[in-house]
């Protein structure tokens, strides 16, 4: 099956600098990466995601990238602020009929000083 | 609209007692799923069902059962509870056409078995 490996496990940053996080993942059929975010306590809610078929996606102050040939994504945060500080988990799955079964990175607890 | 709402958010158990995680979603998803996120970890798949009276195996099924009668509703069993089921537990739906790839979270179940 899929494994996803997510580094670094924490990263802390200071508020208005860039954050990245990088995952890796095994299995060569994977077709969709999504990023889920989840602060303390609460449920993990998507803030982007990315298909195989493109390279670079971009949301405001956040990007995913892809390189399906090492099979590796990234999530950059550009002007980090305080309510940036959460829990980030990166995730990878083959869309398909059956459903959207993601394999989850282990997280990357983020925590942006004011 | 509630989206996805999981009861109990809270519960203690003693080994080798049985409870039921309750799950319902308002959305007519046809796909539900199953996780659980033991403390600084991933999500892991435990079941999942792309409709009612299908249900499938995740990555950690073992001491859990499900069962789908109704598209809204997507209990999960203990039985024989044990401390490595000590957790919490995600309920998650998706839709089956168009974007599907979004999963939507509860807001768990945080269980401790002692």
């Known amino acids: 099956g899929e494994n996803v490996e997510q580094h670094p496990s924490t990263l802390s940053v200071q508020e208005g600098d860039s954050a990245v996080i990088k995952c890796t993942y095994s299995d060569s059929a994977s077709n969709y990466f999504p990023w889920y975010k989840q602060e303390l306590g609460k449920r993990p809610q998507l803030i982007i995601d990315i298909r195989s078929n493109v390279g670079e996606k971009k949301d405001q102050r956040i990007a995913v990238t892809l390189n399906k040939t090492a099979k590796h994504f990234s999530l950059h945060i550009t002007e980090t602020q305080p309510e940036d500080s959460a829990v980030y988990f990166c995730a990878a799955s083959m869309i398909k009929a059956a459903g959207n079964k993601l394999t989850f990175g282990g997280g990357t607890r983020v925590l942006v000083k004011p | 609209n509630a989206g996805v709402t999981q009861t109990p958010k809270f519960r203690i158990l003693k080994i080798g007692q049985s409870m039921t995680l309750q799950c319902t979603q308002d959305?007519?998803?046809?796909?539900m799923y199953w996780y659980r996120q033991d403390p600084g970890m991933g999500l892991k798949l435990i079941y999942y069902?792309?409709?009612?009276?299908?249900?499938d195996k995740g990555e950690v099924p073992n001491g859990y059962n499900v069962s789908r009668s109704t598209t809204e509703d997507f209990p999960l069993r203990l039985e024989l509870a044990a401390p490595s089921q000590t957790s919490v537990y995600f309920c998650?739906?998706?839709?089956?056409?168009?974007?599907?790839?979004?999963?939507?979270f509860g807001s768990g179940t945080q269980l401790s078995v002692l």
């Open positions: 998650a739906s998706s839709y089956s056409q168009g974007a599907r790839e979004k999963l939507f």
């Open positions: 069902s792309v409709g009612a009276g299908i249900t």
């Open positions: 959305m007519n998803h046809n796909y």
